[in-house]
């Protein structure tokens, strides 16, 4: 994952976008991650997996682990 400064995002904001399509982008602030800018293909594909796994019960359970 590429990171950029807010101040950059800030400024170069089209550029962000063009980052952003390709993989996520960790946006910093005072040198510390605080958001993720993502393609929305990319959310659109986390949240129905996260969809799936909630109708299955699954959601938070790591694999083989049981109730």
């Known amino acids: 994952m590429q990171s950029m400064s807010a ?3 800030k400024n170069a904001f089209g550029r962000l976008i063009d980052m952003a399509r390709a993989e996520p982008v960790a946006i910093e602030k ?3 991650s605080v958001v993720v800018v993502l393609a929305v293909e990319e959310f659109e ?3 129905a997996k996260a969809k799936k796994q909630v109708a299955s019960g699954t959601l938070g359970k790591r694999p083989g682990q049981e109730d």
């Open 7 to 9: 101040r950059d995002a």
């Open 30 to 32: 005072y040198g510390r």
């Open 45 to 47: 594909r986390l949240t």
